[in-house]
């Protein structure tokens, strides 16, 4: 696929939904497609968060591990949705790891460059850190009902509660 075909997927994208076209244009300059295989990761937690992902097709599980009771899944990311949210709020490193659950194509921007682009233009920087706040709110709540399921009222004890920027 070329750009074209980037910028055309782009406009369809829900995470991007009535962004202004020149906003768009820039995006699509710093990106590109990216297919990944049914069960493949596409990011690590504690993983170097330099890429942040829009799914265009197919659904990514969103992974937490704890000493004790292994790896499990918390939410699934699907088509339209911000995948890496770690990598636009300049975060060092991810804070889970993402899965594929059946063939799946994402757009992959480079979050260093997207972040420059929001600092040189504050109006997109407004723009996509309110619909990053809006996802990640989203993000939140569901995140909260799995964790009660899967842990009732006892639930884990929060990794790197200092809030240091290191990754593992």
Known sequence: MNKGDLLEVLRGIGFLRELAPTYLDQVASISRF????????????????????LVVSGNVSLEICAAGTGCRRILTIGP????????VLDQTCFTATARTLEPTLLIQTDAAQLLSMCERNPELGFELMRRTALALSKRLSATRIQLLDVYGVQLPGV??????KQCS
């Open 159 to 164: 990794a790197n509660e200092g809030g240091s």
């Open 80 to 87: 339209g949705e911000l995948l890496g949210w770690s990598a």
């Open 34 to 53: 990216r297919e990944v295989d049914e069960g493949m990761l596409v990011f690590h937690e504690g993983e170097a968060a330099a890429q942040a992902y």
